[in-house]
């Protein structure tokens, strides 16, 4: 009998077994919505997730393996990078994500937002590339984005400040994270699990005007959502 189940197996793998939804399936987004997007499974113990507002995309985390998780026209098209840290957990895929955007068509330099030194981190980075941007222009010819746009620009975060603002979409520095608001309605604070904060949710401002608020927090402990985010967040109503 098992020659049976072995033929039924090859028949179902020739086949194609019956595929399942995957939490990571990209909804869709409309333009005048708010969501939040996981990074990849893998990333387990980094804060990390693409948010999509208004037509923006801001990438939340850059651990080492979050470009596969990222689609090609979302790397085109992302208008900053937030890192939450400069450990290198947090911080080893900002290279990739440099590299890829650009090879994707970004056409204008990437703003990079994080604490202090982050400038410096993105000068050695442009640096180090160099070399490199000019080897793949010469090689491959200037990609759709231009060179210029290979480059990344940095933003240095300090608590209480604004980081990011396009009118309808901005984001503050807060103590413990980033606090995004969409349209003065929405609003979501991604802890950034620094100091040990994985015990507890990290301390935020209240919302101000925000109708609907929710909050990410840093381990298991706390109440509500906690990293890592593995099914897509609709803060705005879908």
């Not at 009998?1 to 039924?8: A, K, P, T």
């Not at 056409?107 to 590339?129: F, H, R, T």
């Amino acid at each position: 009998m098992r020659w049976i189940g072995f033929l039924f197996l090859l028949l179902v793998v020739a086949c194609g077994a019956p595929s399942q939804p995957s939490a990571l399936e990209r909804p869709e987004i409309l333009p005048d919505q708010f969501a939040l997007l996981p990074c990849d499974e893998a990333i387990e113990d980094r804060p990390c997730a693409l948010a999509i507002a208004g037509g923006k995309r801001l990438l939340f985390g850059t651990p080492g393996s979050v470009v596969p998780a990222v689609s090609t026209e979302d790397l085109r098209q992302l208008d900053a990078v937030i890192v939450f840290s400069l450990r290198a957990g947090d911080l080893e895929g900002l290279d990739d994500v440099r590299n890829a955007s650009w090879r994707a068509g970004r056409d204008a330099p990437l703003i990079v937002v994080g604490p202090p030194g982050i400038d410096a981190v993105v000068a050695a980075l442009n640096k180090a590339y160099e070399q490199s941007d000019a080897l793949r222009i010469v090689e491959e010819g200037i990609p759709p984005g231009g060179y210029d746009a290979a480059l990344l620009e940095a933003r240095v975060a300090i608590p209480s400040s604004k980081v990011f603002d396009t009118g309808d979409l901005q984001v503050h520095r807060q103590t413990g994270g980033y606090e995004i608001t969409y349209n003065e309605t929405y609003e979501a604070f991604l802890s950034d699990c620094r100091s040990g904060a994985r015990d507890g949710v990290n301390s935020r401002p209240e919302a101000a005007t925000a109708s609907k608020t929710i909050t990410i927090s840093c381990g298991p402990g706390d109440v509500g959502l906690s990293w890592p985010l593995t099914a897509p967040l609709f803060v705005s109503e879908k």
